[in-house]
């Protein structure tokens, strides 16, 4: 969203505010840092291991009387968190129309991905505008009886986000970061290893299916033992710090790292030979930068990328993890088919895109 952010300050006509919930309070800090954005209002209400219940009962709570003093002409959400889901019912209680950016993803199975299927289905039910990142997207909306001009295809801005910080400089501290990685422990024969990049913290992958993941990354470590580095920075949800570091935690070619920022993050990315995650923003970042994913999930809301031949989809199972991730680290065809695809996901202009949709909008 900061790229939207961004855009809009620069408007003329425009008075825009930032209201965050701090859903996830250690990673919205950093990228607001990066980006420059001072949050207008600061709910904080990111509690340890709280349940849905009690953050969506907060989100109601806390935000209701801002809407109501404030009485903007938009609230304008990203994406389908629970503060999504959320704060798109409260601006329709109150009758603010609501612009949902990041819309018409479905994977059409309620339960993957969880809670989040159903979180952006309810915010695309009372949005009055659609920005969809896709022409699939657009589909997904007609298909679910959204007027055509309600819709506008505008890339999705997390590629504008990204080109600008990819753009930006690295960093000592990055350097450092990617030298002790790659170097400790030393390669056998002094060659620079492969960096592969791990993400896994989705809540239809806590307990088996998320030691599956391990398993597989455990034999994936073993079998290129001096040939490729793992790093994988471990969501602070105890259901994945507890099992990652348990099982992965003793592998020397595995890296376990607290959550990074975002620059380090990128920068990481661009040095990276592939991706395994089971993120839903990765399967469009990671491409951006040239990146192949394999996605860790059973189905993606997502398929451009699965189209495009940027992204594939091995689920939870461990073996076809192994075999997906070796199919790429040993045949040089299959992974420059992956690493040259073009990424589906937008050119870097979708925040300009949806400011003046905003701006052009009528009822």
């Known amino acids: 969203m900061a790229p939207v952010v961004y855009t809009l300050s620069k408007t003329s006509g425009v008075d825009s505010l930032v209201c965050v919930t701090a859903q996830h309070r250690q990673m919205l800090d950093q990228v607001t840092n ?25 989100i ?48 059409g199975d309620k339960w993957q991905p969880f809670p989040e299927e159903i979180n952006r289905s309810v915010a695309g039910v009372v949005a009055d505008l659609h920005f969809a990142p896709t022409e699939w997207a657009r589909q ?12 506008v295809v505008t890339g999705n801005p997390v590629i504008d986000a ?30 620079e290893p492969k960096l592969i ?36 920075p ?46 839903g923003g990765l399967q469009e970042e990671a491409p951006g930068l040239g990146v192949p994913v394999l996605v860790m999930r059973e189905v993606t809301e997502r398929p451009e990328g699965v189209q495009a031949g940027t992204v594939r ?11 997906e991730t070796r199919r790429l680290l040993d045949d040089p065809q299959a992974y420059a088919e992956m690493a040259h695809a073009v990424n589906p996901y937008g050119d870097g202009h979708a925040a300009a895109r949806i400011v003046k949709a905003l701006l052009e909008y009528s009822v």
């Open 60 to 107: 109601f709570t806390h935000l209701d009387p801002i809407l109501a003093k404030l009485r903007p002409d938009w609230v304008l959400l990203q994406g389908d968190t629970t503060t999504v889901m959320a704060a798109a019912l409260l601006a329709y209680y109150h009758r603010i129309r609501v612009g949902h950016v990041e819309a018409g993803l479905r994977t």
């Open 197 to 232: 990049l791990i993400t896994a913290h989705r809540r239809e992958n806590f307990g088996a299916p998320l030691e599956n993941i391990c398993a597989g990354l455990r034999e994936v470590a073993e079998t290129y033992r001096d040939q490729v580095r793992l790093v994988y």
């Open 313 to 323: 989809l091995v689920g939870t199972d461990a073996a076809r993890i192994v075999s």
């Open 162 to 191: 990204l080109q600008y910080v990819a753009s930006l400089p690295s960093t000592p501290e990055v350097e450092a970061l990617f030298r002790k990685i790659c170097l400790s422990p030393q390669p056998a024969d002094g060659a």
């Open 140 to 151: 997904n909306l007609l298909r679910e009886n959204v007027p055509d001009e309600r819709i």
């Open 34 to 58: 990066l980006f420059g954005i001072q949050p207008d209002i600061d709910l904080d209400l990111m509690r340890p291991d709280q349940s849905l219940a009690e953050l969506t009962a907060a």
């Open 234 to 279: 471990v969501h602070l949800n105890p259901n994945v710090q507890e099992p990652v570091y348990r099982l992965l935690g003793d592998v020397p070619n595995i890296t376990l790292l607290p959550p990074l920022d975002y620059l380090p993050w990128v920068h990481l990315i661009k040095r990276a030979t592939l991706m395994l995650t089971d993120s």
